[in-house]
């Protein structure tokens, strides 16, 4: 049985801090113009020793998140390019796996750069994960208990908002290339030239 918090949104938009670590996801209701945490977690993968075990592990889990909150969208926290190169590996091949179990489901992905998340959540692209935290607590209107989790689970919570906004601006029309190309497709507004 699906929740009913679920059925009456207009959109749902899954948020997701791939990690080898921890995986944080989060869930956003659309309910017209009023925005609502569904669900916040993660996933922690320090016990499990082996590497392709934890990526199994993330396959998993994103793939019964999506089952369970059926989501229109999903939003995930691209690789940041840091100075080791093995670790951005795995963390390349664990958002891999959290995309692969959202495609599986015909479920349409946007990358957002840690930076660009920052930004849409607090205008700060390089706040901490703490203000990312509190801001979402504010914007949502979320008891301060309901965050007391990882903040990779806020973190996932903050793509997803960032998708929103996002995918609420105005598509921005292109205009004509020179005025040639404005004349060949606008023959009636320049009759008599």
């Known amino acids: ?44 993968l320090g016990k499990v020793g082996d590497h392709y075990m934890r990526l199994s592990h993330i396959h998993a889990k994103i793939t019964e998140i999506v089952a369970a909150y059926l989501p229109d969208e999903m939003a995930i926290e691209a690789p940041f390019f840091g100075k080791n190169v093995q670790s951005m590996l795995k963390l390349g091949r664990a958002q891999g796996v959290a995309i692969a179990a959202a495609i599986a489901r015909q479920v349409p992905i946007t990358e957002y750069e840690p930076r660009k998340i920052k930004m849409a959540i607090t205008g700060n692209g390089a706040a901490s994960k703490e203000q990312v935290c509190e801001m979402l607590r504010r914007m949502l209107d979320i008891p301060a208990e309901a965050l007391r989790t990882k903040l990779d689970a806020t973190d996932a919570l903050a793509a997803a908002l960032c998708h929103y906004y996002e995918s609420a601006k105005p598509a921005v029309a292109k205009g004509p290339k020179s005025w040639k190309d404005f004349i060949a497709k606008n023959p009636d507004k320049v009759s008599g030239l």
Not at 8 to 21: S, V
Not at 27 to 36: A, I, N
């Open 1 to 44: 049985m699906t929740d009913p918090a679920i059925e009456k949104a207009d959109r749902i938009i899954l948020g997701i801090d791939p990690g080898t670590n921890v995986t944080g996801y989060g869930v956003l209701g659309v309910y017209g113009k009023t925005l609502r945490m569904i669900a916040i977690g993660v996933l922690e």
